[in-house]
T-cell receptor, first 119, second 113 residues
Framework: GAVVSQHPSRVICKSGTSVKIECRSL??????MFWYRQFPKQSLMLMAT?????????EQGVEKDKFLINHASLTLSTLTVTSAHPEDSSFYIC???????????????FGPGTRLTVL | KQEVTQIPAALSVPEGENLVLNCSFT??????LQWFRQDPGKGLTSLLL?????REQTSGRLNASLDKSSGRSTLYIAASQPGDSATYLC????????????FGTGTRLLVSP
């Protein structure tokens, strides 16, 4: 159980276009999901916390108008990179938090990641 | 601000060796600590999660310890195999409402046959 999927796994786009990445919890409901960014040979950096039915909470230095997050249902959060530029090229990973009371120890379950390349 | 550091940054060992990866964190007020494995270009695989009240967890050839007071955790890998080659990340769960994770810098492990 506790499987998280991401779509697409890889996307190449032209500079100036917008790209949407989906994160789904397949076998559980997640009121909270997280979006991370990873540059080559670096660790994961938390971008924002996505809460179902409310606005996302962004980390310091992350532009919320640039990275739009929508958590419209208990199993889906989306990250839209608006007007993408080459410097937005990165590996984006989402995670979903098992609800409290499920014996999860507040463990996050991670998706397989999305490789974004902006030309 | 919580900072997580891993030493060494890279490690290359021959198959069969036992090895230790180190993780240190600056703020001992953590909820959990978790070790992950990441293969190149892939997502994260959770290896072990240690609750703040625990001192260690074991899974197969892996053993992780936690010393909250000194801000340290170690991941011990016994009888290493080429399939263990990957990047190992430790992450601490902050004691905040949403249990944010702060990741370490990672250790790239190469086990040669």
């Amino acid at each position: 159980g506790a499987v998280v999927s991401q779509h697409p796994s890889r996307v190449i786009c032209k500079s100036g276009t917008s790209v949407k990445i989906e994160c789904r919890s397949l076998d559980f409901q997640a009121t909270t999901m997280f979006w991370y960014r990873q540059f080559p040979k670096q660790s994961l950096m938390l971008m924002a916390t996505s809460n179902e039915g409310s606005k996302a909470t962004y980390e310091q230095g992350v532009e919320k108008d640039k990275f739009l997050i929508n958590h419209a249902s208990l199993t889906l959060s989306t990250l839209t990179v608006t007007s993408a530029h080459p410097e937005d090229s990165s590996f984006y990973i989402c995670s979903a938090l098992l609800p409290r009371g499920t014996g999860s120890n507040n463990e996050q379950f991670f998706g397989p990641g999305t490789r974004l390349t902006v030309l | 601000k919580q900072e997580v550091t891993q030493i060494p940054a890279a490690l290359s060992v021959p198959e069969g060796e036992n090895l230790v990866l180190n993780c240190s964190f600056t703020d001992s007020a953590i909820y959990n600590l978790q070790w992950f494995r990441q293969d190149p270009g892939k997502g994260l695989t959770s290896l072990l999660l240690i609750q703040s009240s625990q001192r260690e967890q074991t899974s197969g050839r892996l053993n992780a310890s936690l010393d909250k007071s000194s801000g340290r955790s170690t991941l011990y890998i016994a009888a290493s195999q080429p399939g263990d080659s990957a990047t190992y990340l430790c992450a601490v769960h902050l004691n905040t409402g949403f249990q944010k994770l702060v990741f370490g810098t990672g250790t790239r492990l190469l086990v040669s046959p």
